[in-house]
């Protein structure tokens, strides 16, 4: 049995918080607000190049608002 834990991409992962923690504060607060989102900076994850190496390393979802 494999238990280690299932990598997970970090554009795939950026999506489902967007969703599921940031989408919902905003809608809460400021129903409605026009607002965009993406994914920026220089990491591996941007460019879709990152794997289970990248978690060493400030690899995690983050936000910005």
């Known amino acids: 049995m494999d238990n ?3 990598f997970v ?3 795939e992962l950026a999506q489902a918080f967007y969703w599921q923690a ?3 504060i905003l809608d809460g607060h ?3 607000l026009p ?3 993406g994914l920026v900076g220089r990491g591996s994850e941007v460019q879709g190049f990152d794997d ?3 978690t060493d390393h400030a690899w ?3 936000v910005d608002l």
């Open 9 to 11: 991409p970090g554009r």
């Open 4 to 6: 280690r834990p299932r």
């Open 30 to 32: 400021l129903p409605g």
């Open 35 to 37: 607002h965009a989102a």
């Open 60 to 62: 995690a979802p983050r």
């Open 52 to 54: 289970l190496t990248s």
């Open 22 to 24: 940031v989408r919902p």
